[in-house]
């Protein structure tokens, strides 16, 4: 609790005020995972020492809001494009939430950037191509961020940028991928990774 503490007075003093977000309960991600379970790697007696007082005390002490039924980052995500005139920051140290444009503040490297909406979606359809591991999401096997980048890069059309990863799928997997055309697994991944945002809580193929 001490270094809870010591850690937000690091980055209270570098914002007017401060919004914290936790994952409650239910994920639709789990019933939407098909071809691995969604976070299915993760043991659930591997939790840290303390990790229900620690939640609780964030509760407490802090007004955190316990988000139900998807993640704390889809609730960020919407948190942190609902207002484009309202200066919001999204203070973490997972990339994933590098999808989100806007600006962005990484409290370990004491570093502070901003996304515009084109480099935030370029991230979004990299992680299409190379999946996530710490939650169990496929990715194309030895397909890493250099080559992701390599193909998404090049494009600034989302439409392009999609196209670009069901490609990319496609022909790794000619045949499929455990038991699903890859086609059909690009789209889950792509489903999966989604953090919501406002008026897209959920992936939809653009058109």
Not at 53 to 74: N, Q, T
Not at 95 to 117: A, F, Q, S
Not at 125 to 132: R, S
Not at 159 to 172: D, F, G, I, T
Request: proline content about 5%; hydrophobic content about 35%.
């Amino acid at each position: 609790m001490h270094n809870i503490d010591t850690v937000v007075d690091s980055i209270a003093g570098k914002f007017d005020s401060l919004e914290f977000y936790l994952s409650g309960t239910g994920n639709w991600r789990l019933e939407e995972a098909t071809v691995k379970p969604y976070k299915g790697n993760r043991s659930p007696f591997n939790k840290p020492v303390y990790y229900k007082e620690i939640r609780e005390y964030i509760v407490r002490k802090y007004g955190a809001v316990l988000v139900d039924g998807m993640e704390a980052d889809d609730a960020i995500g919407i948190r942190a494009t609902t207002n484009p005139d309202e200066p919001v920051c999204i203070v973490s140290i997972d990339k994933d939430l590098d999808m989100i444009p806007g600006e962005h503040y990484n409290w370990v490297k004491d570093k502070r950037y901003t996304l515009n909406g084109t480099e935030a979606t370029r991230n979004f359809y990299k992680q299409v191509l190379t999946g996530d591991s710490v939650d169990n999401i496929p990715g194309i096997y030895g397909l890493g961020p250099r080559n992701a980048e390599r193909i998404i890069g090049q494009y600034s059309n989302e439409r392009a940028m999609w196209q670009a990863c069901r490609n990319e799928w496609y022909k790794h997997y000619p045949d499929g991928y455990e038991g699903k055309s890859a086609l059909a697994v690009c789209l889950e991944v792509a489903k999966l990774l989604w953090i919501a945002q406002r008026g897209r809580e959920r992936f939809e193929e653009p058109k």
